[in-house]
């Protein structure tokens, strides 16, 4: 018997079936490659978004009362605060640094950055975004030291020889920031591990008279 082989129909027909299933495989693997990109991203976001937090809480939960001087305080608004830790994003060791919200409305940025220095945009966050301060009562303050204490401080310098805002005022108890446009809603929040007086290392550096006063 004479072998038969394909007739140009069956070529056709033969060559549309292998074209099927070829674009079928390559349409299932750009969907899986589609599906391993996002997933990458949102693990690097989510890595990144870990890491800004991280920063936050080791920066809030290392603040001191800093040494005498009116500027280097611990002060804090809504936008923003600013505060000497041991331990900022750049590393270990006394540093002064800035935490702040900043950007026109629908661009807001979180900034972070060491006194003096070029602050480092972290992320986007809403125009609702906010830091707040907690006090030893118990209650949040859109600014720090709350307006009411610092009233009274200076009624009492107008009468006395005291200048200082009560010990109790160096530090918040905690400091969060809350931004609910954020997708998922964002809060942070962190308590001060440093009691209102500066951690002993730090006061051995003053002289007794200013070490006092802290």
Same mark, same amino acid.
């Given at each position: 018997m004479r072998a038969r082989g394909f007739t140009l129909l069956e070529a056709l027909v033969s060559l549309v079936i292998v074209a099927l299933v070829a674009t079928v495989a390559m349409q299932s693997l750009f969907q899986v490659l589609g599906l391993r990109?996002?997933?990458? !991203?949102?693990?690097?976001e989510a890595r990144h978004a870990a890491l800004q937090q991280a920063w936050f809480r080791d920066s809030v939960a290392a603040l001191v009362a #800093?040494?005498?001087?009116?500027?280097?305080?611990? !002060?804090?608004?809504?936008?923003?605060?600013?505060?000497?830790?041991l331990a900022g994003p750049a590393g270990s060791g006394l540093r002064r640094i800035e935490w702040? &919200?900043?950007?026109?409305?629908g661009a807001r &940025?979180?900034?972070v950055g060491e006194a003096g220095g070029?602050?480092?945009?972290? !992320? !986007?966050?809403?125009?609702?975004?906010?830091?707040?301060?907690?006090?030893?009562?118990?209650?949040w303050h859109a600014e720090w030291p709350p307006a009411?204490?610092?009233?009274? #401080?200076?009624?009492?310098?107008?009468?006395?020889?005291?200048?200082?805002?009560?010990?109790a005022f160096a530090l918040p108890r905690a400091v969060r920031?809350?931004?609910?446009?954020?997708?998922?809603?964002?809060?942070?929040?962190?308590?001060?591990?440093?009691?209102?007086?500066?951690?002993?290392?730090?006061?051995?550096?003053?002289?007794?008279a200013d070490a006092d006063a802290f």
């Open positions: 990109e996002r997933v990458l !991203r949102h693990e690097a #800093a040494p005498p001087g009116p500027a280097e305080g611990f !002060r804090g608004d809504a936008t923003g605060w600013s505060g000497t830790t702040r &919200l900043d950007g026109p409305p &940025l979180l900034h070029e602050p480092w945009p972290l !992320r !986007r966050v809403g125009d609702r975004a906010r830091m707040q301060y907690l006090d030893a009562d118990g209650t009411a204490v610092v009233e009274a #401080a200076a009624a009492a310098a107008a009468t006395t020889t005291a200048t200082a805002l009560p010990a920031l809350d931004d609910p446009d954020a997708e998922p809603a964002l809060l942070w929040w962190e308590p001060v591990a440093a009691g209102p007086g500066l951690p002993q290392p730090l006061r051995a550096m003053l002289e007794p």
